[in-house]
């Protein structure tokens, strides 16, 4: 009896030092930028949104999607250890796109512990005069 008490609590100690593992973690400056108004002659707007692995391991930017076609995230490749920093920047597109208000969002996908992020790129683009 005593040895199956014994296997059962190493096998619990076991668990909870998995569950404890060392997690990166992402924090960035802002989530939300606004390119505010911009003509329709001046359609591709770029911002760059900054952030942080305040985990204690290694951050991996795992994927970054779009909600569309007219904006396209790129974003730093390499591991980000932890206190470092990196980037993500959003180029959109408005050509041929109608003037107006929009809205879009840019999800990043991570190996942190909260595995998904969303920012969020708005303006207002105004017809060509």
């Not at 668990?15 to 990166?24: D, F, G, M, S």
């Not at 400056?29 to 760059?48: A, L, M, R």
């Not at 991996?60 to 250890?81: D, E, F, H, L, R």
């Not at 796109?97 to 512990?113: D, E, Q, V, W, Y």
């Amino acid at each position: 009896m005593k040895k199956i008490l014994f296997i059962y609590m190493m096998l619990l100690f076991c668990l909870c030092n998995v569950t404890a593992q060392k997690k990166a973690e992402i924090k960035f400056d802002k989530q939300t930028y606004n390119f505010g108004k911009f003509s329709e002659n001046n359609p591709v707007q770029k911002c760059t949104f900054n952030f942080t692995n305040v985990g204690d391991a290694p951050l991996v930017i795992n994927q970054a999607m779009a909600s569309c076609g007219c904006t396209v995230p790129s974003y730093t490749k390499a591991p980000i250890a932890p206190g470092g920093k990196g980037t993500v920047t959003v180029t959109y597109n408005g050509k041929g796109k109608f003037p107006g208000h929009f809205k879009k969002s840019i999800t990043i996908k991570t190996n942190a512990k909260t595995e998904m992020v969303r920012l969020y790129v708005e303006g207002t683009m105004e017809e060509a005069k």
